[in-house]
């Protein structure tokens, strides 16, 4: 329903895409009161923004702001169409094209059903540990030969609003175990993840780049923050010279590292990844001072 907005979406609409970190770190109710427009919400956990980039750059006439967020084990990861980074954002792309009138309706009827029963508000994650029947029932594992691979349970730490708003849950911050037993699956994706493709990501990217830029589109490339084990993860199999700075230096966009601003590299995410709400709030409100005052984000909030 989101992505249906981009069609009429104008010069001074503004789009952010990219993986979870850009789904938690920018705060859509933020970004509305500081502005005075409602932010098309697009970032989709565990996935390259590259899909989505591609499909708005060539299937719409869109030539406003597009923000990019880039999580570089997931922007630099893959083109492989059968990649899980790749598969799931392609998929929406696919369901908004090819979804049918009826799943359309069912959507909206849903809606009043789900914010009023916890039963109806399913979770899309197959590892959701949500109270409705469908999450629990695809977390019973009766008669299965091969056990399920030794991942470490992976906990839902997000509260989902419309219009797409994200925000961490208060327990990720208050309780230091659950927070760990999140930061245990990043280790583990982490330390299981194949080898980035940067040339064939980056070529990807470039050329989607070069043709919103001829469309008069303003791309802007964001980089938010993560700390503790995760950074320095980062740091060893992702080195920001190889990768972000690279990228930016190809791209000749407005660009933005969390680490390069003194407001920014100290914040702390609770379970490594992402920030908490109030964090989140914060770093919307500082981020788009800073656009605004680089004249990278030109919207002015009414009187």
């Known amino acids: 329903m989101t992505r249906a907005k981009v069609e009429s979406a104008t010069k001074d609409d503004v789009v952010i895409l990219g993986s979870s970190r850009a789904y938690f770190d920018i705060q859509v109710d933020q970004w509305k009161k500081l502005t005075g427009k409602e932010l098309l919400q697009l970032a989709s956990t565990g996935s390259s923004p590259l899909p989505t980039f591609h499909d708005i750059v060539n ?4 030539d406003g702001t597009i923000v990019v ?7 630099f990861s893959t083109t492989f169409p059968k990649a899980f980074p790749w598969e799931r954002p392609q998929a929406k792309v696919d369901h908004y094209f090819d979804g049918t009138y009826a799943q359309r309706s069912n ?5 009043p059903l789900q914010q009023n029963l916890v039963l109806m508000s399913a ?8 109270l409705d029947l469908k999450s629990l029932l695809r977390n019973v594992h009766w ?6 691979p030794a991942q470490p349970p992976f906990y839902n730490f997000g509260d989902v609003s419309i ?3 994200i925000s961490m849950m208060p ?5 230091t175990a659950f927070a760990n037993s999140i930061i245990k699956v990043w280790h583990f994706f982490g330390k299981g993840s194949p080898a980035p493709d940067k040339d064939g990501t980056t070529s990807f990217f470039m050329k989607d780049v070069e043709k919103f830029k001829k469309k008069g589109g303003n791309l802007i490339l964001i980089r938010p923050p993560s700390s503790g084990g995760v950074r320095m993860g980062e740091k060893m199999g992702l080195p920001r010279e190889r990768f972000w700075d690279s990228l930016v230096n190809l791209a000749q966009v407005k660009s933005y590292h969390f680490e390069d601003y003194d407001q ?3 914040l702390t995410c609770p379970e490594e990844s992402h920030l908490s709400i109030e964090n989140a709030n914060y770093y919307t409100e500082e981020l788009i001072k800073i656009l605004k005052k680089d004249n990278a984000l030109t919207i002015q909030k009414p009187n």
């Open 264 to 266: 920014f590299k100290n």
């Open 143 to 148: 008669g299965k030969r091969i056990p399920p």
């Open 123 to 130: 979770d899309e994650e197959e590892w959701a540990d949500d």
């Open 69 to 75: 967020g880039v999580t570089p084990g997931l922007f």
């Open 171 to 175: 327990k990720t911050v208050t309780d």
């Open 163 to 165: 219009p797409r708003n």
């Open 59 to 62: 299937n719409t006439d869109f």
């Open 107 to 111: 959507f909206l009827l849903s809606v």
